[in-house]
């Protein structure tokens, strides 16, 4: 089955910096990778995807690279602010399968 | 939009009895729901994955006898856990998925605490 690696597990940074969060997964056959964000009691909301036919996908500040053949895959966060702070999965799946989650990062944006 | 409802929010029951969580479309039909674990501070565990009309696909490891799941609609599914004991408790929650499409939503949660 699928396995998902994700580092770092933690992650602090001053606010205006940029934040990047790795994953690695091991299914050549996964071709969507969607990233949450979860707040402490919160469910995890969806701030990007991306899909395989696709090698990077920008929001404003978000932005998510794909590289299919080293298969691993980046969240990018610039000029980060405290409401930033939260814990962000990655995660990944074959077309119809459930998504299959990295363990998150821990990310904390001070002031 | 695509918001996905989950009750109750929170629920403390005593060991041996119980218990019914609720997870519902409320502007979409899903044929797909997935089940969730969460411990605190960990990731989400898939528990189980729900079609409409079909009995659930259940992940190694949960007891589907203990965790009865029901799709009985494209906007309902229900999670029930049977007999439960204190070692249940933890965060569950659901997410839906429209028909042909990836992207799932996820409910709010419900905390299960069971003394």
């Known amino acids: 089955g699928e396995n998902v690696e994700q580092h770092p597990s933690t992650l602090s940074v001053q606010e205006g910096d940029s934040a990047v969060i790795k994953c690695t997964y091991s299914?050549?056959?996964?071709?969507?990778f969607p990233w949450y964000k979860q707040e402490l009691g919160k469910r995890p909301q969806l701030i990007i995807d991306?899909?395989?036919?696709?090698g990077e996908k920008k929001d404003q500040r978000i932005a998510v690279t794909l590289n299919k053949t080293a298969k691993h895959f980046s969240l990018h966060i610039t000029e980060t602010q405290p409401e930033d702070s939260a814990v962000y999965f990655c995660a990944a799946s074959n077309s119809g399968y459930a998504l299959n989650f990295g363990k998150g990062t821990s990310l904390l944006v001070t002031p | 939009g695509a918001v996905v409802s989950q009750h109750p929010s929170r629920v403390i029951c005593k060991s041996g009895t119980s218990v019914k969580i609720e997870c519902r479309s409320l502007d979409f039909q899903a044929t797909t729901m997935f089940w969730y674990r969460q411990f605190p501070k960990k990731s989400l565990m898939l528990m189980a994955t729900s079609n409409e009309g079909s009995k659930a696909t259940y992940e190694q490891g949960v007891e589907k006898d203990k965790f009865l799941i029901n799709h009985a609609s494209l906007t309902l599914s229900t999670l029930t856990v049977t007999s439960a004991h204190p070692e249940d408790s933890s965060f569950y929650i659901c997410?839906?998925?429209?028909?042909?499409?990836?992207?799932?939503?996820f409910g709010p949660g419900t905390r299960l605490l069971v003394l």
């Open positions: 997410s839906a998925r429209r028909s042909g499409q990836e992207t799932q939503y």
């Open positions: 991306i899909r395989s036919n696709v």
């Open positions: 299914d050549s056959a996964s071709n969507y």
